[in-house]
């Protein structure tokens, strides 16, 4: 296996974890976007009745995770689209049962006149009058019930603080990443990455 740090060899080429690049995974990235992050969000668990869990699916960097959270997303983008403020939604783990799905809904801020707990409200309602697929096959669309679990606002403290962006890279390249401030919000940055203050041209890695 030519892979490293938790790339898999999928026969002729490395999928990497995210935030690691490279033929072999060999280079962390060279910007971690964590503006997502940052935004009020409310997590949500939906039950997948018409597909079938099995346990490499656990690992979010296997092809059967990614294909299903890919076709999740494209399912969920559908449903909520209407709803005031929606971003996007990011899986955050599978489980059994048929397959559970626990995920982030990312929110725009809220406004004033509305809550986070309303808007969470608003999200699990349309979630649960989704219409059903009436085909169980493996070719009809995703068939679910959405349960909320959670809500929590922007979070604001630590922005500048190294540490926000050692959680989110990658374990054996932490130590180089910064937080970088933008006009549309926080990205974990090296000194490799280029057309910020004070980089420098890494060439490859």
């Not at 490279?22 to 280079?27: D, H, K, L, P, Q």
Request: charge should be positive; glycine fraction near 12%; aromatic fraction near 8%.
């Amino acid at each position: 296996d030519p892979c490293l740090n938790g790339g898999r060899w999928i026969g002729t080429t490395c999928l990497c974890p995210p935030n690691m690049d490279g033929a072999r995974c060999e280079f962390g990235a060279t910007t971690i976007n964590l503006t997502a992050e940052l935004g009020p969000f409310v997590t949500m668990m939906a039950r997948v009745t018409n597909r079938d869990f099995s346990e490499d699916m656990v690992d979010a960097s296997s092809p059967r995770h990614r294909r299903f959270a890919e076709e999740f997303g494209r399912t969920m983008d559908g449903i909520y689209r209407n709803i005031s403020g929606y971003r996007g939604i990011r899986v955050l783990g599978l489980s059994r049962g048929s397959v559970v799905v626990n995920y982030r809904v990312q929110l725009w801020p809220v406004p004033r006149n509305a809550t986070l707990k309303h808007r969470a409200l608003e999200l699990l309602a349309v979630a649960n009058a989704a219409p059903q697929p009436r085909n169980c096959s493996p070719s009809a669309a995703l068939g679910g019930v959405g349960g909320g679990v959670g809500t929590k606002g922007p979070l604001t403290d630590g922005l500048a603080s190294p540490e926000l962006c050692r959680r989110h890279a990658p374990a054996n390249f932490s130590q180089f990443y910064f937080p970088y401030r933008t006009a549309n919000g926080l990205l974990c940055i090296t000194n490799c990455t280029l057309n910020v203050p004070g980089s420098f041209d890494c060439h490859r890695g």
